[in-house]
């Protein structure tokens, strides 16, 4: 395939995103590894079949030796753009946004990974940047935390729902997806507004916390674990705000 006519979408570290047609192709660098791309095509399918209103994974192939993923093409515009172009009306997008959010929680997926397992290998792997004596309390906490069983996305920003024309939304980008706590999902979804802008994530937060009838406490619980998660992306701007959160913190 001959991406040069293709139209470039996104460039990141580990991948750039074009669009063919009706087709995304995600072309990822081959420091991700093969096994990372194929993942990430096996937690879509297994998503889909829960039943959200998904773009479905099309192909897993190869271009110039390096490893690509083939994805519906959906039409509209990212709520992070919403937010971005339309600042006066952020807390109708930002419900929107939790809307979404729940209505992903509702579902099931029987067999993606479990959120706690993940989360405890993610804090296993930050020997080199988290004490041992911080990584068992991190994990008591972990343990500690109820057990469920809920869709979660595991990167759950504004850039990854897009709004078509009609006004319905969908969910992209599943690569991090597992079955557990929709309020461990939060956490994460806070902590990466927290690292933009505090206010969008206290508006976030307080209505993640409305609409769902959860006590803002327990999100707040999971911060330290969620921000423990986070680390292991290794971007070292994020890494001292992230540090902090790994503090395990009793909120009154």
Known sequence: MNLKDKKLLVTRPYKVVYQDGDRIIKVFTKEHGKANVFNEALCTARVEES?????????????????????QYVAGETLEQKMENDPLNIETYMEQFVDAQLSMHAKKAPRLTLQKDKFARKIASLKDKIDATT??????????MPNHTKLCHGDFNPSNVIVREDGTMTIVDWAHATQGNASGDA????????????????????????????????????????????????????????RRWTEIIDFQ
């Open 51 to 71: 039943g959200l209103d998904i773009p479905p994974v099309l192909e897993v192939t190869e271009i110039d030796g390096e490893w690509a993923l083939a994805i």
């Open 135 to 144: 990584r068992y309390e991190l994990n008591t906490r972990l343990q500690s």
């Open 187 to 242: 956490a994460i979804t806070y902590l990466e507004f927290a690292l933009k802008n505090q206010k969008k994530a206290d508006l976030y937060l307080d209505l993640f916390c409305k609409k769902s009838d959860t006590a803002k406490q327990y999100v707040q619980k999971w911060l330290p674990i969620a921000a423990a998660a986070q680390m292991t992306k290794d971007i070292p701007e994020e890494e001292a705000f992230l």
